[in-house]
């Protein structure tokens, strides 16, 4: 063969009687999840496609009955974080940049290699996968309460470095495109066509038809909205008003502690008035800087592998009582801390103790807005009052521990509970 497929561990690849191709993420894991295995075969398919002169089309669509694709491999995530940082600080955005835009690449590699792509979409199809789907010149979505598309990455500190910032703002617009970036809204059904994120809504079992329907028809394109000759990008004029209401809101509600929120919200008043490839770069640029901060990773490791702990271990009724009673002390100690430094509560619980916003929203590059002095000193006293109350807990009791913080607002969730307080202090 000229064109020889490329060989996939995450994928299958279908080759249908009609000249389509089925591209099929069936990961061997219960979940699909971009793990980085999965992002270099996606990367291999888009070049294998842009060469397939004999295809007529591409139906991208899940090879399990749970879902389409539920994001990145978090897990992988975390190991990749711990890379950056441990390099050099002048090498980290490089690092980070190259080690997280393939996956941008590739499904801008899919969307432009000059077949039509429709992807069926019969489950939770959130962060990554979402991106995908996005990447998809035509989306059929099934009527089952499963199926959504929503971007949910701020959630654990991030935001979506495939395109999603940019994709989805420009097919449903700014206002609700940061209802899905910042508030966690998902579309679905109906809603998901009216809003143009699919192009039709099906029973459940009919939705690969009726994605190769679209591929055979007259109606078929491979050319998305963003890349026709006509498209001109907006004017920073025209996005101002949501994108500074949001920001004013975003302040208020986490005083500048989450950078998440933030930088999303730079990555679509930055990307919308260029063109896509701009876009997408200045999307990779905002999450490379974010991506080796702490606050991420200790949302990662409370809100997800800490919740998957907690749960687990709160499902089987085997939470030790140790963590129990941890948690008791610690609530006491951070209530302690409080009372003897009340601007403490800026940090610790949100809400600045005079109740206004901090007028330095930025230092520099930086996002974050950085405790003061004695908010600093109370943060240190805190961490070495909480030390000796968590020392015999192994590792996973602490992962129960600092979700429990984190869930009952005790330690919020950036400061990474115990463990990330005694890191950033």
């Not at 010149?137 to 910032?165: D, F």
């Not at 080796?292 to 490791?301: K, V």
């Not at 809100?303 to 089987?316: E, R, S, T, V």
Request: with cysteine.
């Amino acid at each position: 063969m000229t064109n020889p497929l490329p060989e996939f561990t995450q994928f299958r690849v279908e080759f249908q009687d009609n000249g389509l191709v089925h591209f099929i993420f069936d990961a061997p894991r219960s979940m699909n999840v971009f793990s980085n295995k999965a992002i270099h075969e996606l990367a291999a398919f888009a070049e294998w496609l842009h060469r397939a002169d004999d295809v007529k089309g591409v139906v991208v669509r899940s090879g399990k009955a749970n879902g389409f694709c539920a994001g990145a491999d978090l897990t992988e995530l975390g190991v990749a974080y711990e890379m950056i940082v441990a390099a050099p600080r002048a090498d980290r955005f490089d690092i980070a940049f190259n080690h997280f835009f393939p996956l941008s690449h590739s499904i801008r590699r899919l969307e432009t290699a000059g077949k039509p792509v429709a992807a069926a979409i019969a489950g939770v199809a959130l962060g990554g996968g979402c991106e995908l789907a996005l990447g998809a010149h035509y989306r059929v979505m099934t009527n089952s309460r499963r199926a959504m598309l929503g971007l949910p990455e701020y959630a654990v500190g991030l935001l979506p470095g495939a395109g999603g910032t940019q994709r989805m703002t420009r097919l449903v617009g700014v206002e609700a495109g940061l209802e899905v970036l910042l508030l966690g809204r998902t579309y679905q059904g109906q809603e998901a066509v009216d809003a143009g994120l699919a192009g039709e809504i099906v029973e459940e079992g009919e939705e690969v038809a009726a994605a190769e329907r679209w591929l055979l028809s007259d109606a078929a394109h491979c050319t998305q909205p963003w890349d026709r000759a006509d498209h001109v990008p907006l004017s920073h004029a025209a996005i101002a008003e949501p994108i500074e209401r949001h920001r004013t809101r975003e302040l208020a509600r986490m005083l500048g502690h989450e950078p998440a929120p933030i930088a999303i919200i730079d990555c679509v008043e930055f990307g919308l008035i260029q063109p896509i490839d701009g876009g997408i770069r200045a999307e990779m640029s905002v999450f490379s800087a974010l991506i080796s901060r702490p606050e991420p990773r200790n949302m990662i490791r409370t809100m997800f592998l800490g919740k998957q702990a907690y749960d687990k271990a709160a499902k089987d009724g085997t939470i030790p009582a140790a963590v129990t009673a941890a948690q008791e002390a610690v609530t006491a100690a951070v209530a302690a801390a409080v009372a003897e430094t009340p601007a403490l509560r800026t940090a610790l619980v949100g809400g600045a103790a005079d109740g206004t916003a901090p007028v330095q929203t930025r230092v520099g590059a930086d996002f974050w807005v950085r405790g003061q002095a004695d908010q600093m000193a109370a943060l240190s006293r805190l961490s070495a009052t909480c030390a000796p109350l968590v020392a015999d807990l192994d590792e996973t009791a602490l992962l129960q521990l600092d979700h429990a913080l984190a869930r009952s607002g005790t330690i919020p969730a950036y400061l990474g509970g115990t463990k990330g307080l005694s890191e950033i202090v």
